[in-house]
């Protein structure tokens, strides 16, 4: 039953396959020695994940957050999985990839199984290579070559193609875990060896053994004796062995795995055959769920359909052993797919005992889209009114919410730094300012949804119109700052967009209670579902992947956690900036009045926002003169610290700490000092330090300023006035969304305005493009037509 396979230990058929495979397939990857810790190595490009794998068996994980404690793992690689599309011979790129992953957990110090199908496809190509090479040569010759082509291959039979492919299959394998200094030991099983008790001991003894001995189990049925599958030979509470799936069941609860991952042709499980129209991917499944799932066909090679796998990974779950059903088969993807399950990322159908409280993320989506169209639907005057509402609620209520409020800066302190516990603090005049904005974005939305933009005659009784239209459903994630949720809230609503909601955890009690107060407000108009916030244990990557619910992400953060969703956002468009290096230019026109005023609001007033000053340029002429002294005092008294530009550095006989990067956003009390020559030189500085979002000239003389407004090209430029005048409750749009720094769409300070799109509705009576064909009846007017204004009186 058993059959350890040496390095040097390959059959002539895998002697002669082994340098094609080791040259093509499997990626030659040089580990390292291993340190002290057993079985740890650091060779592969994929992420280690350095959290503690011991763990009591018994129930399964309820969430897949914990999948990353797994210990035991057994990866079931199904036959589409691991052959060709022409079922004949292995997909040896798609192999050698997973043995990869196989091996990054294995050196991570988890006991990885595999149970693998294969060799009969293997087989198959083997024999059908020596029976083409049986045929007589002269004969071949003699009928020429278009005879030679359509020579006959018999049917061959799966139990001796299984019993010609084992040894090869398993050559491969041991020469791919060879790569990466791991062993790999076979074993042949059929359902007999799980009935027999004696034979059960043994096999566990021996799997143990080699999991003991850091060896990689490699289990498969033994087709070339097993017999046909009888129909309903289930015993009560047992399994029965009849294809891999019920098999790498069976070996998990055996072995009280912690986890099951079945790799198939499919992404998971689907409510309905996929391919057809409504099939929807399901991410989580519950024991009982199987009414609502209606099965196809099974996979185009292999014994077992989805039906079977379904029925092996309850059984697994039911035994103790969490299950993940996913695709191993897209180039995309497979590549990291046993990872990305074991990292927690949302990837196929996780199975659970444990049904969450509330909707699912995805239920949350196709909720606030269509509460979203709901409130779309509205007449402006009510949208005004819930927000109006909301305004009053969180003057009302103020006692609640800094209560909820107080619980999150207990919990806070001592784990945030002080510029984010400032973030997460509410107070009564924070309540009171946040009403005033949703009360001017109450204003501002009489004219929003619905307005008409341009009107066009295009023909004799045919007009044309573009209105404008909310964009749809919004992902706005937000770290700290539970003031951004009404604010958010309250321009989703004036704009009639659905919204989902995702705050940090350190901000969890205040978001509660202003999300309740939200759904408060809107459900005097029947809305409430338009605003949805998210509780589960979703991940931003995970949601960032919601590509089919969500039409934008603004993330209102640190400039790290943009970039991350930035990078994770995969088809959804992302609204921000990833930095806000914003930069100050004192000209050698400017007044001293004026100067220390401005530089001291912008960099201190609150260091912590995006829109305050980083970089602080000094003309040349005004180097070693009060004003430049005055500035210089004015910082050491705010105690802000000072880096030297190397142009400034180099004018100084003890000068402060030179720069690492022009580009740095200090985001505390820190700034950076550089000397320029000119305004040119300034705008140049900039463009290429600069990100884009806000910046600044200080000067008397209003040609300099034109010509620097004219000539930055950022977000927001300013002449005379703080850097934190860049925000959207300041600019008078009531608040904002955030700030984009992006080209496209909406720029700088987002607010209302941001939030929409257009459409285009065009009326006609029974008009038709032939009409306006060369010799057609009719002839394009294109004719500017007066837009309509609205009155809100």
């Known amino acids: 039953m058993l059959r350890y396979l040496h390095r040097s230990g390959f059959q002539p058929f895998s002697q002669r396959l082994l340098p094609w495979v080791q040259s093509v397939a499997v990626p030659r990857l040089h580990p390292v020695q291993p ?3 057993r079985h740890v190595r650091s060779w592969s490009n994929i992420p280690f994940i350095t959290v503690p794998l011991s763990r009591a068996h018994g129930k399964p994980f309820a969430h897949r957050s914990e999948l990353k404690h797994a210990k035991r793992i057994v990866v079931k690689l199904g036959s589409a999985v691991v052959t060709r599309g022409d079922e004949c011979g292995l997909a040896l790129g798609r192999l050698a ?35 083409l090479l049986s045929q007589s040569v002269r ?16 049917v061959l039979e799966a139990r001796a193609c299984a019993a010609a492919g084992q040894s090869g299959l398993m050559a491969l394998y041991e020469a791919m875990f060879t790569q990466y200094s791991i062993c790999a030991a076979q074993i042949l099983v059929t359902n ?13 003894g021996t799997l143990h053994e080699l999991l003991r001995m850091n060896i990689v189990p490699i289990v498969n049925t033994n087709d070339a004796v097993v017999p046909p599958a009888e129909p309903n030979s289930d015993l009560q509470g047992v399994i029965s062995v009849k294809d891999n799936d019920s098999l790498a069941a069976r070996l998990a609860v055996e072995m009280k795995t912690d986890l099951l991952i079945v790799l198939s042709d499919v992404e998971g499980l689907f409510d309905s055959p996929p391919g057809t129209d409504d099939a929807k991917l399901i991410d989580i499944f519950y024991p009982g769920d199987q009414q609502s799932v209606t099965f196809g066909t099974k996979s185009r090679v292999g014994l077992g359909g989805m039906e079977a796998k379904v029925k092996a990974a309850l059984w697994a779950l039911q035994g103790g052993t969490s299950v993940v059903i996913a695709n191993g088969t897209h180039p995309k993807v497979s590549g990291h797919v046993i990872t990305d399950i074991v990292e927690g990322k949302k990837v196929g159908t996780f199975f659970s005992e444990v049904k969450p409280a509330g909707p699912t993320v995805e239920q949350q989506g196709e909720m606030a889209r269509s509460g979203g169209r709901m409130l779309a639907t509205l007449e402006p005057e009510q949208r005004a009114e819930i927000i109006h509402h909301l305004a009053d609620l969180l003057t009302d209520q103020r006692e609640e919410i800094l209560l909820a409020n107080k619980k999150d800066l207990e919990e806070a302190e001592g784990r945030l730094a002080s510029p984010l516990l400032k973030r997460l603090s509410l107070s009564t005049s924070k309540l009171n300012s946040l009403a005033i904005g949703l009360r001017q974005i109450a204003a501002s939305s009489q004219d929003s949804v619905g307005r008409v933009l341009r009107r066009t005659r295009v023909a004799k009784n045919l007009e044309l119109e573009q209105v404008t239209v909310p964009i749809g459903v919004l992902l706005v994630i937000f770290e700290s700052r539970p003031d951004c949720l009404p604010q958010v809230a309250a321009l989703a609503i004036a704009s009639g967009n659905g919204l989902l909601l995702k705050g940090g955890k350190e901000a969890a009690h205040s978001n509660r209670i202003l999300h309740l107060l939200t759904q408060e407000a809107l459900s005097i108009h029947g809305v409430k579902d338009a605003i949805q916030l998210v509780n589960t244990r979703e991940e931003v990557e995970d949601l960032c992947r919601l590509d089919k619910i969500i039409d934008l992400i603004i993330p209102r953060g640190s400039s790290q956690l943009v970039r991350d969703i930035q990078k994770a ?14 930069h100050m230019y004192v000209d050698s026109e400017a007044s001293v009045d004026k100067v220390t005023r401005l530089v001291r609001d912008s960099k201190c007033e609150y260091p912590a926002a995006c829109n305050a000053l980083e970089t602080l340029l000094i003309h040349r002429d005004l180097l070693r003169t009060p004003l430049f002294d005055q500035i210089i005092d004015m910082l050491r008294v705010e105690q802000v610290k000072i880096h030297a530009g190397p142009k400034f550095a180099s004018y100084l006989t003890f000068s402060p700490s030179e720069v690492k990067s022009l580009r740095i956003e200090y985001g505390d009390l820190e700034v950076c ?7 040119q030189e300034a705008i140049d500085h900039i463009h290429k330090y600069g990100s884009s979002h806000t910046d600044v000239i200080v000067t008397e003389n209003e040609k300099t300023a034109e010509f620097f407004l004219q000539h930055v090209d950022s977000a927001c430029v300013f002449w005379n006035a703080s850097t934190r005048f860049s925000d959207g409750y300041r600019f008078g749009l009531g608040a904002e969304v955030g700030i984009s720094t992006s080209r496209i769409h909406a720029r700088g300070p987002v607010g209302l305005e941001g939030l929409l799109t257009t459409k285009w509705l065009l009326r006609g009576q029974d008009h038709v493009v032939s009409d306006f064909s060369e010799h057609g009846s009719l002839k394009y007017l294109h004719e500017n037509l007066p837009v309509p204004q609205r009155n809100f009186s």
Request: aromatic share 2%; glycine share 8%.
């Open 35 to 37: 340190p002290a810790v």
């Open 97 to 131: 990839s997973i043995v990869e992953q196989v091996s990054v957990l294995q050196n991570q110090g988890r006991e990885m199984m595999l149970v693998t199908s294969g060799a009969v496809a293997f087989g198959k190509q083997r024999l059908r290579h020596e029976i």
């Open 139 to 154: 004969q071949a010759l003699h009928s020429g070559q278009n005879q030679l082509k359509e020579l006959a291959i018999p």
């Open 192 to 204: 007999l060896d799980f009935h027999d008790e004696q034979k059960r001991r043994n096999l566990n």
């Open 569 to 582: 956002a995969k088809g959804i468009p992302v609204m921000g900036h990833s930095e806000g290096i914003c």
């Open 673 to 679: 000092i550089e000397v320029v020559d000119s305004v």
